[in-house]
């Protein structure tokens, strides 16, 4: 039985491009969106366009991963970086415009974001398909297919009025192709002292690059100019369990033997949560 089509996909069927031929549209064909040209890509079941090719199913976070970000963010830990975000999105979109979450995981930031702007549209754009599962339930206006940041994005130019990248890689040049003029690139990204309690009890953790801001600015200065910055930094208590979910949300979950996380280690406490959350217009 074809699967059904995606109502939120339908939003953004005059923005997508074939991956393969990169100029011609997509059209719903049975359960999967086809171009003139035949090439066809599957819906899956669970809400979510299967754009990229050439990778596996299971590449980005996995389930526990997913797992762990959906308990967490359900406990309201990174609201106030939410709002941060939502805030500076709504200065940057029209009444009806349209916002592209890069790297959006299962959604959070991008349904909060549609939240705060009732007459936008959203897509999020993951190769992870556990989180996908997710956000393609996030928001009744919001999207979601899975792609990879670092080739080029199945999107017309000029399309997107706000760009999300929250803890996610980043392609500058795609980001600016796909942008309006007016648009808005939001870069959110850890500072050193993020997590730094967590960091210290579990030296496996993986740690914030010195050089992080130095590098954001060489990859983004020839496409962006940074228009605001406000650096979001706040005591954050956790209870053992949610440390561990936020251990296990992180690109840490990759490095930390599970042995590793005592009892001691994960002990109820405080830790400081503190990002840099920056708008950029493009050049």
Same mark, same amino acid.
């Given at each position: 039985?074809?699967?059904?089509?995606?109502?939120?996909?339908?939003?953004?069927?005059?923005?997508?491009?074939?991956?393969?031929?990169?100029?011609?549209?997509?059209?719903?064909?049975?359960? !999967?969106?086809?171009?003139?040209?035949?090439?066809?890509?599957?819906?899956?079941?669970?809400?979510?366009?299967?754009l990229l090719t050439g990778a596996r199913a299971t590449s980005g976070d996995d389930a526990a991963m997913v797992q762990a970000r959906d308990r967490f963010l359900a406990t309201g830990g990174y609201a106030p970086i939410l709002r941060a975000v939502a805030r500076l999105a709504a200065d940057a979109v029209p009444e009806r415009g349209t916002v592209v979450d890069v790297g959006c995981g299962t959604g959070y930031y991008?349904?909060?974001?549609?939240?705060?702007?009732?007459? !936008?549209?959203? $897509?999020? $754009?993951?190769?992870?398909?556990? !989180?996908?599962?997710?956000?393609?339930?996030?928001?009744?206006?919001?999207?979601? !297919?899975?792609?990879?940041?670092?080739?080029?994005?199945?999107?017309?130019?000029?399309?997107?009025?706000?760009?999300?990248?929250?803890?996610?890689?980043?392609?500058?040049?795609?980001?600016?192709?796909?942008?309006?003029?007016?648009?808005?690139?939001?870069?959110?990204?850890?500072?050193?002292?993020? $997590?730094?309690?967590?960091?210290?009890?579990?030296?496996?953790?993986?740690?914030?690059?010195?050089?992080?801001?130095?590098?954001?600015?060489?990859?983004?200065? @020839?496409?962006?100019?940074?228009?605001?910055?406000?650096?979001?930094?706040?005591?954050?208590?956790?209870?053992? @369990?949610?440390?561990?979910?936020?251990?296990?949300?992180?690109?840490?979950?990759?490095?930390?033997?599970?042995?590793?996380?005592?009892?001691?280690?994960? $002990?109820?406490?405080?830790?400081?949560?503190?990002?840099?959350?920056?708008?950029?217009?493009?050049?």
């Amino acid at each position: 039985m074809p699967v059904s089509f995606p109502p939120a996909l339908g939003l953004f069927l005059d923005l997508l491009r074939c991956p393969a031929c990169r100029t011609r549209r997509l059209r719903p064909d049975r359960g !999967a969106l086809r171009c003139p040209a035949g090439h066809t890509f599957d819906l899956a079941r669970h809400g979510y366009a299967g754009l990229l090719t050439g990778a596996r199913a299971t590449s980005g976070d996995d389930a526990a991963m997913v797992q762990a970000r959906d308990r967490f963010l359900a406990t309201g830990g990174y609201a106030p970086i939410l709002r941060a975000v939502a805030r500076l999105a709504a200065d940057a979109v029209p009444e009806r415009g349209t916002v592209v979450d890069v790297g959006c995981g299962t959604g959070y930031y991008l349904a909060g974001v549609l939240d705060r702007l009732p007459g !936008a549209r959203g $897509l999020g $754009l993951d190769t992870s398909a556990r !989180a996908l599962r997710a956000a393609a339930r996030a928001h009744e206006r919001a999207a979601a !297919a899975t792609w990879d940041v670092f080739r080029p994005f199945p999107l017309a130019d000029g399309v997107a009025d706000v760009v999300l990248d929250v803890f996610a890689p980043r392609n500058p040049a795609e980001f600016r192709r796909i942008l309006r003029p007016a648009g808005r690139l939001i870069v959110v990204r850890p500072t050193g002292r993020h $997590l730094a309690e967590l960091r210290g009890r579990v030296p496996a953790m993986v740690s914030v690059d010195p050089a992080k801001e130095q590098r954001l600015h060489r990859a983004l200065d @020839p496409h962006f100019t940074a228009a605001v910055t406000e650096q979001v930094e706040y005591a954050l208590e956790l209870a053992g @369990p949610e440390a561990l979910d936020l251990v296990g949300m992180t690109p840490s979950a990759r490095h930390v033997n599970p042995a590793d996380l005592s009892e001691d280690a994960l $002990l109820p406490g405080r830790v400081t949560v503190s990002v840099r959350v920056t708008s950029y217009r493009p050049r």
